[in-house]
Protein backbone atom coordinates (compact mmCIF):
# COMPACT_ATOMS: atom_id res chain seq x y z
CA UNK A 1 0.00 0.00 0.00
CA UNK A 2 1.75 3.36 -1.25
CA UNK A 3 2.02 5.61 2.03
CA UNK A 4 -0.47 8.53 0.73
CA UNK A 5 -3.01 6.16 0.33
CA UNK A 6 -3.11 5.56 3.98
CA UNK A 7 -3.59 9.14 5.39
CA UNK A 8 -7.09 9.09 2.77
CA UNK A 9 -8.45 6.21 4.60
CA UNK A 10 -9.67 7.97 7.62
CA UNK A 11 -11.10 10.55 4.84
CA UNK A 12 -13.07 7.86 3.34
CA UNK A 13 -14.42 6.78 6.48
CA UNK A 14 -15.67 10.47 7.39
CA UNK A 15 -17.34 10.69 3.92
CA UNK A 16 -18.89 6.97 4.47
CA UNK A 17 -20.55 8.22 7.48
CA UNK A 18 -21.62 11.73 5.80
CA UNK A 19 -23.10 9.77 3.00
CA UNK A 20 -25.36 7.59 5.32
CA UNK A 21 -26.43 10.54 7.56
CA UNK A 22 -27.19 12.18 3.95
CA UNK A 23 -29.16 9.12 2.91
CA UNK A 24 -31.29 9.18 6.51
CA UNK A 25 -32.19 12.74 5.73
CA UNK A 26 -33.30 12.21 2.03
CA UNK A 27 -35.62 9.11 3.36
CA UNK A 28 -36.84 11.38 6.52
CA UNK A 29 -37.35 14.92 5.87
CA UNK A 30 -37.67 17.60 3.41
CA UNK A 31 -34.89 19.89 2.29
CA UNK A 32 -35.50 23.81 2.19
CA UNK A 33 -32.53 24.48 0.55
CA UNK A 34 -31.32 21.52 -0.78
CA UNK A 35 -28.56 23.35 -3.42
CA UNK A 36 -26.67 23.75 -0.24
CA UNK A 37 -25.91 20.29 0.33
CA UNK A 38 -23.53 21.14 -2.92
CA UNK A 39 -20.97 22.34 -0.67
CA UNK A 40 -20.27 18.97 0.74
CA UNK A 41 -17.84 18.59 -2.33
CA UNK A 42 -15.40 20.63 0.03
CA UNK A 43 -15.17 17.92 1.75
CA UNK A 44 -13.27 16.07 -1.25
CA UNK A 45 -11.29 19.25 -1.27
CA UNK A 46 -10.53 19.65 2.44
CA UNK A 47 -9.23 15.83 1.98
CA UNK A 48 -7.21 16.46 -1.40
CA UNK A 49 -5.56 18.75 -0.06
CA UNK A 50 -4.80 17.12 3.19
CA UNK A 51 -3.38 14.14 1.25
CA UNK A 52 -1.24 16.22 -0.84
CA UNK A 53 0.47 17.83 2.12
CA UNK A 54 1.12 14.70 4.30
CA UNK A 55 4.08 13.29 3.94
CA UNK A 56 5.39 9.74 5.49
CA UNK A 57 5.43 10.10 9.21
CA UNK A 58 7.10 6.88 10.10
CA UNK A 59 7.54 5.78 14.14
CA UNK A 60 8.63 9.18 15.66
CA UNK A 61 9.96 7.45 18.52
CA UNK A 62 6.97 5.30 19.56
CA UNK A 63 7.97 2.07 20.50
CA UNK A 64 5.48 -1.35 20.23
CA UNK A 65 4.79 -3.90 22.68
CA UNK A 66 2.50 -5.86 20.26
CA UNK A 67 5.54 -8.74 19.22
CA UNK A 68 7.92 -8.66 16.93
CA UNK A 69 5.88 -10.20 14.12
CA UNK A 70 6.85 -8.86 10.87
CA UNK A 71 2.99 -8.86 9.63
CA UNK A 72 2.28 -7.70 13.23
CA UNK A 73 4.40 -4.79 12.87
CA UNK A 74 3.78 -3.88 9.09
CA UNK A 75 -0.03 -3.24 10.40
CA UNK A 76 0.79 -1.19 13.38
CA UNK A 77 2.89 0.60 11.18
CA UNK A 78 0.50 1.62 8.91
CA UNK A 79 -2.58 1.82 11.89
CA UNK A 80 -0.10 4.77 13.53
CA UNK A 81 0.54 6.78 9.99
CA UNK A 82 -3.41 6.53 9.65
CA UNK A 83 -3.42 8.23 13.10
CA UNK A 84 -1.70 11.35 12.66
CA UNK A 85 -4.75 12.18 9.93
CA UNK A 86 -7.74 11.51 12.06
CA UNK A 87 -8.33 14.90 13.24
CA UNK A 88 -8.59 15.85 10.05
CA UNK A 89 -10.56 13.29 8.91
CA UNK A 90 -13.12 14.72 11.72
CA UNK A 91 -13.14 17.78 10.16
CA UNK A 92 -13.95 16.52 6.73
CA UNK A 93 -16.90 14.91 7.97
CA UNK A 94 -17.78 18.02 10.05
CA UNK A 95 -17.68 19.94 6.51
CA UNK A 96 -20.46 17.59 4.96
CA UNK A 97 -22.45 17.94 8.45
CA UNK A 98 -22.41 21.07 8.49
CA UNK A 99 -23.57 21.45 5.12
CA UNK A 100 -26.40 19.09 5.30
CA UNK A 101 -27.41 21.13 8.02
CA UNK A 102 -27.12 24.24 5.89
CA UNK A 103 -29.33 22.57 3.57
CA UNK A 104 -32.15 22.82 6.05
CA UNK A 105 -33.95 19.28 6.44
CA UNK A 106 -37.74 18.89 7.81
CA UNK A 107 -39.89 17.05 8.76
CA UNK A 108 -43.93 17.54 7.74
CA UNK A 109 -47.00 16.65 9.64
CA UNK A 110 -49.97 16.86 8.19
CA UNK A 111 -53.65 17.67 10.18
CA UNK A 112 -56.99 17.26 8.76
CA UNK A 113 -59.45 19.08 10.29
CA UNK A 114 -62.98 17.50 9.30
CA UNK A 115 -66.39 19.27 9.83
CA UNK A 116 -69.62 17.86 8.95
CA UNK A 117 -72.33 19.44 6.89
CA UNK A 118 -75.12 18.69 9.04
CA UNK A 119 -77.74 15.64 8.10
CA UNK A 120 -80.56 15.10 10.34
CA UNK A 121 -82.80 12.15 9.38
CA UNK A 122 -86.10 11.14 10.88
CA UNK A 123 -87.67 7.57 10.16
CA UNK A 124 -91.14 7.84 10.39
CA UNK A 125 -92.96 4.39 10.35
CA UNK A 126 -95.98 3.00 10.18
CA UNK A 127 -96.54 0.53 12.80
CA UNK A 128 -100.95 -0.37 11.80
CA UNK A 129 -101.96 -3.76 11.31
CA UNK A 130 -101.80 -3.98 7.63
CA UNK A 131 -98.17 -3.84 8.47
CA UNK A 132 -98.24 -7.53 9.82
CA UNK A 133 -99.18 -8.48 6.23
CA UNK A 134 -97.25 -11.54 4.98
CA UNK A 135 -96.20 -10.38 1.65
CA UNK A 136 -92.78 -9.82 3.02
CA UNK A 137 -90.53 -12.04 5.30
CA UNK A 138 -91.78 -12.58 7.99
CA UNK A 139 -93.76 -9.48 7.67
CA UNK A 140 -93.98 -5.87 6.52
CA UNK A 141 -93.07 -4.65 9.79
CA UNK A 142 -90.25 -6.96 10.53
CA UNK A 143 -88.53 -6.37 7.26
CA UNK A 144 -89.29 -2.77 7.16
CA UNK A 145 -87.32 -2.51 10.59
CA UNK A 146 -84.34 -4.69 9.67
CA UNK A 147 -83.66 -2.51 6.58
CA UNK A 148 -84.38 0.82 8.81
CA UNK A 149 -81.57 -0.77 10.69
CA UNK A 150 -79.20 -1.27 8.36
CA UNK A 151 -79.71 2.04 6.92
CA UNK A 152 -78.85 3.54 10.54
CA UNK A 153 -75.64 1.72 10.69
CA UNK A 154 -74.49 2.96 7.35
CA UNK A 155 -75.05 6.58 8.43
CA UNK A 156 -72.77 6.97 11.51
CA UNK A 157 -72.17 10.92 10.73
CA UNK A 158 -75.57 12.06 11.08
CA UNK A 159 -78.29 12.50 13.51
CA UNK A 160 -80.97 10.04 13.21
CA UNK A 161 -84.77 10.03 14.74
CA UNK A 162 -87.62 7.61 14.78
CA UNK A 163 -91.22 8.49 14.42
CA UNK A 164 -94.23 5.96 14.75
CA UNK A 165 -97.61 5.87 13.95
CA UNK A 166 -100.43 3.99 13.85
CA UNK A 167 -104.11 6.22 14.57
CA UNK A 168 -101.45 8.67 16.09
CA UNK A 169 -98.35 9.18 16.41
CA UNK A 170 -95.25 9.36 18.78
CA UNK A 171 -91.85 10.34 19.12
CA UNK A 172 -89.93 6.57 19.48
CA UNK A 173 -86.30 8.34 19.39
CA UNK A 174 -85.13 11.97 19.60
CA UNK A 175 -82.62 13.25 17.11
CA UNK A 176 -79.16 11.45 18.28
CA UNK A 177 -75.67 10.45 17.36
CA UNK A 178 -75.64 7.68 18.72
CA UNK A 179 -76.63 5.10 16.28
CA UNK A 180 -76.79 1.87 19.27
CA UNK A 181 -79.94 3.84 20.74
CA UNK A 182 -81.80 4.60 17.43
CA UNK A 183 -81.31 1.21 16.10
CA UNK A 184 -82.20 -0.49 19.55
CA UNK A 185 -85.49 2.13 19.61
CA UNK A 186 -86.23 0.68 15.96
CA UNK A 187 -85.92 -2.91 17.29
CA UNK A 188 -88.60 -2.64 19.85
CA UNK A 189 -91.24 -1.05 17.56
CA UNK A 190 -94.15 -2.86 17.57
CA UNK A 191 -97.73 -2.71 16.07
CA UNK A 192 -100.56 -2.40 18.41
CA UNK A 193 -99.09 0.12 20.70
CA UNK A 194 -101.51 3.15 20.14
CA UNK A 195 -104.99 3.58 18.63
CA UNK A 196 -105.73 1.49 15.40
CA UNK A 197 -105.46 3.06 11.87
CA UNK A 198 -103.20 4.86 9.80
CA UNK A 199 -102.21 8.63 10.52
CA UNK A 200 -99.86 9.35 7.87
CA UNK A 201 -100.72 13.08 7.81
CA UNK A 202 -99.95 12.79 11.84
CA UNK A 203 -96.56 10.34 11.42
CA UNK A 204 -94.95 13.35 8.73
CA UNK A 205 -96.40 16.07 11.10
CA UNK A 206 -94.71 14.79 14.07
CA UNK A 207 -91.29 14.32 12.16
CA UNK A 208 -91.73 17.78 10.76
CA UNK A 209 -92.05 19.02 14.69
CA UNK A 210 -88.46 17.04 15.48
CA UNK A 211 -87.05 18.75 12.24
CA UNK A 212 -88.40 22.33 12.16
CA UNK A 213 -85.77 23.72 15.23
CA UNK A 214 -82.81 21.91 13.64
CA UNK A 215 -79.69 24.09 12.50
CA UNK A 216 -78.78 21.08 9.93
CA UNK A 217 -77.81 22.06 6.24
CA UNK A 218 -79.63 19.38 5.15
CA UNK A 219 -83.43 17.46 6.75
CA UNK A 220 -84.80 14.82 5.80
CA UNK A 221 -87.98 12.50 6.45
CA UNK A 222 -87.75 9.22 5.26
CA UNK A 223 -91.85 7.94 6.10
CA UNK A 224 -93.19 4.27 4.87
CA UNK A 225 -96.53 3.36 4.86
CA UNK A 226 -98.59 0.24 3.55
CA UNK A 227 -102.02 2.11 3.55
CA UNK A 228 -104.21 4.94 3.51
CA UNK A 229 -104.53 8.06 5.44
CA UNK A 230 -107.52 6.99 7.40
CA UNK A 231 -107.02 8.42 10.91
CA UNK A 232 -105.44 11.81 12.87
CA UNK A 233 -106.79 15.27 12.37
CA UNK A 234 -104.10 16.45 10.11
CA UNK A 235 -104.01 15.58 6.36
CA UNK A 236 -100.92 14.36 4.63
CA UNK A 237 -100.60 17.55 1.96
CA UNK A 238 -100.90 20.00 4.90
CA UNK A 239 -98.32 18.17 7.01
CA UNK A 240 -96.50 18.00 3.26
CA UNK A 241 -96.43 22.06 3.20
CA UNK A 242 -95.45 22.16 6.56
CA UNK A 243 -92.32 20.29 6.14
CA UNK A 244 -91.70 22.36 2.44
CA UNK A 245 -92.14 25.81 4.57
CA UNK A 246 -89.46 24.32 7.01
CA UNK A 247 -87.21 22.89 4.40
CA UNK A 248 -87.87 19.78 5.04
CA UNK A 249 -87.40 17.06 2.16
CA UNK A 250 -90.11 13.88 2.37
CA UNK A 251 -89.32 10.76 0.98
CA UNK A 252 -92.40 8.47 0.89
CA UNK A 253 -92.36 4.29 0.42
CA UNK A 254 -95.04 2.37 -0.28
CA UNK A 255 -94.90 -0.94 0.93
CA UNK A 256 -96.50 -4.35 -0.19
CA UNK A 257 -96.97 -6.26 -3.21
CA UNK A 258 -98.88 -5.20 -6.42
CA UNK A 259 -102.46 -7.21 -5.62
CA UNK A 260 -103.65 -9.08 -3.44
CA UNK A 261 -101.82 -10.11 0.43
CA UNK A 262 -102.32 -12.60 3.06
CA UNK A 263 -103.14 -9.79 5.43
CA UNK A 264 -104.70 -9.22 9.31
CA UNK A 265 -108.75 -8.79 8.81
CA UNK A 266 -109.49 -9.13 12.39
CA UNK A 267 -108.19 -9.76 16.49
CA UNK A 268 -109.36 -12.77 18.44
CA UNK A 269 -108.32 -12.64 21.72
CA UNK A 270 -104.33 -11.76 21.22
CA UNK A 271 -103.69 -12.93 17.42
CA UNK A 272 -104.58 -11.74 14.58
CA UNK A 273 -106.82 -13.64 11.73
CA UNK A 274 -105.64 -13.40 8.25
CA UNK A 275 -107.38 -13.20 4.68
CA UNK A 276 -106.35 -12.29 1.33
CA UNK A 277 -107.87 -9.00 0.58
CA UNK A 278 -106.21 -5.96 -1.86
CA UNK A 279 -103.48 -4.40 -1.11
CA UNK A 280 -104.39 -0.14 -1.23
CA UNK A 281 -101.53 2.51 -0.74
CA UNK A 282 -102.70 6.00 -1.56
CA UNK A 283 -99.52 6.57 -3.80
CA UNK A 284 -101.45 9.69 -4.91
CA UNK A 285 -100.65 11.53 -1.91
CA UNK A 286 -97.60 9.62 -1.04
CA UNK A 287 -96.11 11.36 -4.34
CA UNK A 288 -97.70 14.34 -3.97
CA UNK A 289 -95.84 14.70 -0.55
CA UNK A 290 -92.68 14.03 -1.93
CA UNK A 291 -93.37 16.45 -5.22
CA UNK A 292 -94.12 19.26 -2.94
CA UNK A 293 -91.10 19.15 -0.13
CA UNK A 294 -88.60 18.18 -3.06
CA UNK A 295 -88.26 14.26 -2.17
CA UNK A 296 -89.20 11.21 -4.37
CA UNK A 297 -91.49 8.50 -4.07
CA UNK A 298 -90.91 4.93 -4.12
CA UNK A 299 -92.47 1.05 -4.52
CA UNK A 300 -91.54 -1.08 -2.28
CA UNK A 301 -93.04 -5.03 -3.60
CA UNK A 302 -89.91 -7.14 -1.40
CA UNK A 303 -87.65 -6.77 0.64
CA UNK A 304 -85.21 -6.68 -1.84
CA UNK A 305 -86.54 -3.60 -3.41
CA UNK A 306 -87.09 -1.95 -0.06
CA UNK A 307 -83.57 -2.63 0.78
CA UNK A 308 -82.40 -1.12 -2.58
CA UNK A 309 -84.76 2.11 -1.64
CA UNK A 310 -83.08 2.71 1.00
CA UNK A 311 -79.64 2.41 -0.67
CA UNK A 312 -80.71 4.57 -3.40
CA UNK A 313 -81.79 6.97 -0.47
CA UNK A 314 -78.95 6.77 1.19
CA UNK A 315 -76.83 7.69 -2.37
CA UNK A 316 -79.05 10.73 -2.43
CA UNK A 317 -78.34 12.21 0.79
CA UNK A 318 -74.53 11.60 1.16
CA UNK A 319 -73.53 13.55 4.43
CA UNK A 320 -70.76 16.25 3.11
CA UNK A 321 -67.42 17.40 4.45
CA UNK A 322 -65.63 20.09 4.97
CA UNK A 323 -61.94 19.20 4.87
CA UNK A 324 -58.98 21.60 5.61
CA UNK A 325 -55.84 20.52 5.81
CA UNK A 326 -52.62 22.36 7.50
CA UNK A 327 -48.88 21.48 6.95
CA UNK A 328 -46.89 22.02 9.48
CA UNK A 329 -43.01 21.66 8.53
CA UNK A 330 -40.56 21.22 11.99
CA UNK A 331 -36.50 22.41 11.38
CA UNK A 332 -34.48 19.04 12.28
CA UNK A 333 -31.22 20.41 11.06
CA UNK A 334 -30.30 20.23 14.87
CA UNK A 335 -28.90 16.62 15.48
CA UNK A 336 -26.54 17.58 12.24
CA UNK A 337 -25.30 20.82 13.28
CA UNK A 338 -24.35 19.28 16.54
CA UNK A 339 -22.80 15.89 15.33
CA UNK A 340 -20.70 18.36 13.40
CA UNK A 341 -20.17 20.32 16.07
CA UNK A 342 -19.04 17.25 18.21
CA UNK A 343 -16.50 15.89 15.60
CA UNK A 344 -14.94 19.61 15.52
CA UNK A 345 -14.68 19.16 19.63
CA UNK A 346 -12.98 15.11 18.81
CA UNK A 347 -10.79 17.08 16.21
CA UNK A 348 -9.17 19.62 19.10
CA UNK A 349 -9.02 17.24 21.75
CA UNK A 350 -7.27 14.53 19.38
CA UNK A 351 -4.73 17.13 17.60
CA UNK A 352 -3.83 19.25 20.97
CA UNK A 353 -4.02 16.80 23.76
CA UNK A 354 -3.52 13.31 22.49
CA UNK A 355 -1.81 12.51 18.82
CA UNK A 356 -0.12 15.97 19.39
CA UNK A 357 1.72 15.16 15.97
CA UNK A 358 3.51 17.84 13.93
CA UNK A 359 1.41 19.84 10.83
Known sequence: MKNWTLPLIPHLLGMLLFGAA?????QHFEWETPHLLWLALGMIAHAFLRVRKQQPKGFNGVKWSWGTDPKEVNWQVRLYQMLPEVPYALKTLAIG????AAARPQSSSSVEDFTREGLDIVLSLDLSASMLSKDFSPNRLEASKEVAIQFVDERPNDRIGVVAYEGEAFTQIPLTTDQRVVMNGIAELETGLLEGG?????????????LKDSEAESK???????????????????????AKLNEIRVYTIGVGTIGKARSPVRKVGNRFQYDWIEVKIDEDILKEVAKTTGGRYFRATSEDKLANIYSEIDQLEKTRFNVL??????EEFMPFALAAALALLLEFILKHLIIRTPL
Not at 198 to 210: D, E, H, K, Q, S
Open 22 to 26: LQYGN
Open 97 to 100: LLCI
Open 198 to 210: TAIGMGLATAVNR
Open 220 to 242: IIILLTDGVNNAGQINPIDAAQL
Open 325 to 330: RYNQKT
